[in-house]
């Protein structure tokens, strides 16, 4: 049985010599592979089943697979001889959105959140894609071996929606008890791009983002008598205009800054004043001194606001920023030309395209911002038909965007390419 393994291997090996043969090869299924997760979709920090089939793939293509890293990790190794390490990242978790594609995989899961509440599941931001292509990439790497040398460690990270599963895995120990990486490279779906192509952003591609809830406080009362009262509605309102001359009126114009006010619920009847307001925030930025330059507008300007509202002491808001925050990313510039030749190679100069950075957030930055400063290359992956790509651009119409319930990547030409793109710069980045 091993005898015929062997040779089954060998004659597959010579049959496919190079990336794109082997993508073709694997389409069918990697195809197969991709609509069992998308139907199949897990929460973050619950992708336990998500985890175990991708851990079984790159057990099945020989790579040396730990599980259970920072939560519901996984890490492959690929040794082949001296030379680079090259790490190669995953996500595996899932949104809580309904699905509306219409696709005959669609996802029809049900779950409980962390706070009990029943909510559905979607892969609407491409991380079953992402796996596929994840999957594909380690097959051909390890039919190729005679085009490389050095280590590949290939992650399955958890919790990148909630922008803590890099951390996770790097508390656990990824860059100690693994080989540490020289350089690391990622693809992420892009829902405007047309499928068989590839976006690159040299230098800051996503963005620092930060959560934050301001508490706003206030005396409750009868709504005919707001004399008798301290009316937090009021304040909250003029907090919210307040929070606008942040980016107008104090960052520089030119720095991206974000500060969007998403949520904010207040009272319970028309005639009655309440008694608190709660706002959520959400802050964004590139540079480090922009990011605190923004929280310490918010707290200076909320604590303002109450006192111009003459709140007592004990009535004065808080400012509360969540430890769930991203860190921006940073493409380092010379890895990216460097990726970006070696892909251009592999599916044409002209189907890689020069990208703008956005205002997203994604914490693959973290592997970069250890003391060991690894150099980052996150690339977009083209997702959508070209006529229908061209259609909206010529009429300046949006098509469904990431985390949107009617996101749907077109997945043969997707997969195929993010393979061949994902192993063309792997394999280039640890030539013999």
């Not at 909206?392 to 993010?418: D, Q, R, V, W, Y």
Request: glycine content about 8%; some cysteine; aromatic content about 4%.
């Amino acid at each position: 049985m091993k005898l015929l393994t062997l040779l089954l291997f060998v004659a597959k090996s010579l049959l496919a010599a190079d990336p794109a043969s082997i993508a073709k090869h694997e389409l069918p299924s990697l195809v197969l592979l991709y609509q069992e997760l998308h139907a199949n979709p897990e929460l973050s920090m619950h992708e336990s089943e998500t985890a175990a089939i991708i851990a079984k793939e790159l057990r099945a293509t020989g790579l040396e697979v730990t599980e259970k890293v920072g939560g519901n990790g996984i890490v492959g190794v690929l040794k082949n001889g001296d030379g680079p390490v090259i790490l190669v990242r995953t996500d595996l978790d899932a949104l809580p959105v309904k699905e509306q594609t219409g696709a005959p995989y669609a996802s029809t899961k049900v779950v409980k959140d962390d706070l009990g509440r029943e909510v559905n599941v979607m892969h609407a931001c491409g991380h079953d894609i992402h796996m596929a292509s994840f999957v594909g990439t380690a097959r051909a790497l390890s039919q190729l071996r005679d085009q490389w040398k050095g280590t590949v460690v290939m992650i399955g990270q958890p919790a990148e929606e909630r922008v803590i599963g890099a951390r996770l895995m790097l508390r656990a120990g990824l860059f100690s008890k693994f080989p540490k990486p020289d350089k690391a490279i990622a693809l992420h779906c892009s829902s405007d791009m047309a499928h068989g192509t590839v976006g690159i952003v040299e230098g800051y591609a996503l963005a620092n983002v930060d959560t934050v809830e301001v508490v706003v406080k206030g005396v409750g009362g009868h709504g005919s008598m707001p004399h008798l009262a301290k009316d937090p509605i009021v304040l909250a309102a003029q907090i919210v205009l307040a929070l606008q001359t942040i980016v107008s009126r104090e960052v520089k114009p030119g720095d991206p800054a974000v500060v969007t006010v998403g949520s904010i619920h207040g009272g319970t009847k028309s005639n009655i004043i309440s008694d608190e307001v709660r706002l959520q925030l959400t802050v964004r930025s590139y540079k480090t001194e922009t990011r605190q330059h923004l929280i310490e507008s918010i707290k200076r300007i909320v604590q303002a606001q109450a006192e111009s509202a003459n709140m007592p002491a004990d009535k004065m808001p808080k400012v509360i920023v969540s430890d769930d925050r991203a860190s921006a990313l940073y493409n380092q510039p010379a890895l990216c030309a460097e990726v970006r030749q070696l892909i251009g190679a592999a599916i044409g100069s002209n189907n890689v395209l020069t990208r703008e950075p956005v205002m997203g957030a994604e914490d693959f930055s973290e592997y970069g911002m250890t003391k060991d400063k690894v150099p980052l290359c996150l690339f977009w992956l083209g997702t959508q038909p070209p006529g229908v790509v061209a259609e909206a651009k010529a009429k300046g119409t949006a098509l469904p965007s990431l985390h949107s319930p009617n996101f749907k990547p077109i997945p043969e030409p997707s997969i195929e390419t993010g393979v061949k793109a994902m192993t063309s710069a792997v394999i280039g980045l640890m030539k013999k």
